[in-house]
């Protein structure tokens, strides 16, 4: 847990940060904002920034999200600051921590933060079988691909395997390349010189340093670009990397993890994927099950999910009733664990009495889930159901449907989406900004449209 504290408020930031060693933090310092900023781009990083509560955290907040510095942000205070308080939680702020600090709180902030949300909840033997083969790989820099549908669990697996390794006390650093443009993937991944381009008003370190040490994962590989998989490929073949900008390499010592869940030898075929990168890659391949072929998971999971969020927005725990169970087993799962959190999120929040019940197991638009049927069934169903839908339709249409109705199903989740789609999430924006110029309702993230 690398802890950067903002700031001093009379001394009480510096007994919170002994709190936090004690707690086996390492403990970073900074005075002010600027000092804060030019500490995260020089790639030492930090999993949580601790902010004095007086200095302008919306600001900071604003200079994070426009260098794309994804860290979580906690304010702390006297507790007479109030009004400070809450505009910092309105800004963004995870979470307000009054001074003088309490051991208990801060040992209780360090945790959430260090476990992510990124348990491994397992009981299935397939499953088990891919957690035995990460755990057995796990002492070595072998670079590993991580394969299967969206949703699985892609990367819960890599950081399980990154807290099994050796390098388990350095950095494990994450970069979705489907979610960044194009044009600043590069910038992302090797960093660049002050003035290397427009708007690079100082040096900033990439993730390859920002990992040094430790494990980097490349989320969504296959949406690389094919000019920058080159310069990858010379990053893990001799192990430096040259900044955008730059005059001269920098070593780097990292362990390389990739997820995908697209085939990639097609894509090698398709010729959107160098073939001389997957076989850097895939030194060892982990594929996840989908969950519905992994059915002893899904009690496991829905009753990990239940406490969470009853945890999480204050209500009761309560079991699943059995008519709950038997409906959670009969769901096929498209969107796998993904899909199945999501329901139990809301089934939490719709649930009433001791025990939550089947009615409150429902898709996003409040219908009942999916009954799994035979392959025969299934297949005869949707062929009927394909039939009366498309007749008398464009292609047009039926496209825009199915894009639609896939948001949807992701509550507005744009890379979530492209996922399930098969496509690019360029191009999916690219439709989404098309149906808004025709006037056609679009869900915002977090949003379904209205029926």
Same mark, same amino acid.
């Given at each position: 847990?690398?802890?950067?504290?903002?700031?001093?408020?009379?001394?009480?930031?510096?007994?919170?940060?002994?709190? @936090?060693?004690?707690?086996?933090?390492?403990?970073?310092?900074?005075?002010?904002?600027?000092?804060?900023?030019?500490?995260?781009?020089?790639?030492?990083?930090?999993?949580?920034?601790?902010?004095?509560?007086?200095?302008?955290?919306?600001?900071?907040? %604003?200079?994070?999200?426009?260098?794309?510095?994804?860290?979580?942000?906690?304010?702390?205070?006297?507790?007479?600051?109030?009004?400070?308080?809450? !505009?910092?939680?309105?800004?963004? @702020?995870?979470? &307000?921590?009054?001074?003088?600090?309490?051991? %208990?709180?801060?040992?209780?902030?360090?945790?959430?933060?260090?476990?992510?949300?990124?348990?491994?909840? &397992?009981?299935?033997?397939?499953?088990?079988?891919?957690?035995?083969?990460?755990?057995?790989? @796990?002492?070595?820099?072998?670079?590993?691909?991580?394969?299967?549908?969206?949703?699985?669990?892609?990367?819960?697996?890599?950081?399980?395997?990154?807290?099994?390794?050796?390098?388990?006390?350095?950095?494990? $650093?994450?970069?979705?390349?489907?979610?960044? =443009?194009?044009?600043?993937?590069?910038?992302?991944?090797?960093?660049?010189?002050?003035?290397?381009?427009?708007?690079?008003?100082?040096?900033?370190?990439?993730?390859?340093?920002?990992?040094?040490?430790?494990?980097?994962?490349?989320?969504?590989?296959?949406?690389?670009?094919?000019?920058?998989?080159?310069?990858?490929?010379?990053?893990?073949?001799?192990?430096?990397?040259?900044?955008?900008?730059?005059?001269?390499?920098?070593?780097?010592?990292?362990?390389?993890?990739?997820? !995908?869940? #697209?085939?990639?030898?097609?894509?090698?075929?398709?010729?959107?994927?160098?073939?001389?990168?997957?076989?850097?890659?895939?030194?060892?391949?982990?594929?996840?099950?989908?969950?519905?072929? #992994?059915?002893?998971?899904? /009690?496991? /999971?829905?009753?990990?999910?239940?406490?969470? &969020?009853?945890?999480?927005?204050?209500?009761?725990?309560?079991?699943?009733?059995?008519?709950?169970?038997?409906?959670?087993?009969?769901?096929?799962?498209?969107?796998?664990?993904?899909?199945?959190?999501?329901?139990?999120?809301?089934?939490?929040?719709?649930?009433?009495?001791?025990?939550?019940?089947?009615?409150? $197991?429902?898709?996003?638009?409040?219908?009942?889930?999916?009954?799994?049927?035979?392959?025969?069934?299934?297949?005869?169903?949707?062929?009927?159901?394909?039939?009366?839908?498309?007749?008398?339709?464009?292609? @047009? %249409?039926?496209?825009?449907?199915? $894009?639609? %109705?896939?948001?949807?199903?992701?509550?507005?989740?744009?890379?979530?989406?492209?996922?399930?789609?098969?496509?690019?999430?360029?191009?999916?924006?690219?439709?989404?900004?098309? &149906?808004?110029?025709?006037?056609?309702?679009? =869900?915002?993230?977090?949003?379904? #449209?209205?029926?």
């Amino acid at each position: 847990m690398r802890l950067l504290i903002v700031g001093t408020l009379g001394g009480q930031l510096t007994t919170a940060s002994k709190i @936090a060693m004690q707690r086996g933090a390492q403990v970073t310092h900074a005075d002010g904002i600027e000092n804060a900023l030019t500490i995260l781009r020089s790639g030492r990083g930090a999993d949580l920034l601790m902010v004095d509560v007086n200095l302008d955290i919306a600001g900071l907040l %604003d200079s994070l999200q426009n260098e794309r510095v994804h860290v979580p942000l906690v304010a702390c205070g006297v507790e007479t600051d109030a009004d400070a308080a809450v !505009s910092a939680i309105r800004a963004g @702020a995870k979470e &307000y921590i009054p001074l003088p600090p309490d051991p %208990d709180l801060i040992a209780a902030v360090l945790a959430a933060v260090a476990q992510d949300r990124g348990e491994l909840i &397992y009981r299935d033997e397939a499953m088990a079988a891919v957690v035995r083969l990460a755990e057995q790989i @796990a002492p070595s820099d072998a670079s590993v691909l991580i394969t299967g549908e969206s949703g699985t669990g892609k990367e819960v697996i890599a950081k399980h395997l990154h807290h099994c390794s050796r390098r388990a006390s350095k950095p494990f $650093i994450s970069i979705n390349c489907a979610a960044i =443009p194009e044009q600043l993937l590069e910038s992302e991944l090797f960093g660049h010189e002050k003035g290397a381009f427009t708007g690079a008003v100082a040096r900033r370190i990439g993730k390859f340093e920002e990992a040094d040490g430790g494990t980097l994962l490349l989320d969504e590989i296959s949406e690389m670009d094919v000019r920058l998989q080159a310069k990858l490929l010379r990053a893990l073949q001799e192990r430096v990397i040259d900044r955008v900008g730059g005059t001269r390499p920098v070593p780097v010592n990292i362990r390389i993890l990739a997820t !995908s869940n #697209r085939d990639l030898a097609e894509s090698v075929r398709e010729g959107t994927f160098r073939e001389d990168l997957l076989f850097r890659l895939n030194v060892v391949n982990l594929r996840l099950p989908p969950l519905r072929q #992994r059915p002893g998971d899904i /009690l496991e /999971l829905a009753g990990f999910f239940a406490e969470h &969020y009853s945890k999480a927005n204050g209500v009761p725990s309560r079991p699943l009733s059995e008519e709950a169970r038997e409906s959670l087993l009969a769901n096929p799962w498209p969107g796998n664990v993904r899909e199945l959190e999501n329901t139990m999120h809301r089934a939490v929040l719709l649930a009433f009495g001791d025990e939550i019940g089947a009615d409150a $197991i429902r898709m996003p638009d409040g219908s009942p889930l999916a009954v799994s049927t035979g392959p025969a069934e299934r297949a005869a169903q949707a062929a009927e159901a394909v039939s009366r839908s498309f007749v008398g339709r464009t292609v @047009a %249409d039926v496209e825009r449907d199915l $894009i639609l %109705d896939t948001l949807d199903h992701c509550l507005g989740n744009r890379t979530h989406a492209a996922k399930i789609l098969g496509i690019s999430i360029r191009t999916l924006r690219n439709k989404l900004n098309q &149906y808004t110029d025709e006037g056609v309702s679009v =869900p915002g993230p977090g949003e379904v #449209r209205a029926t």
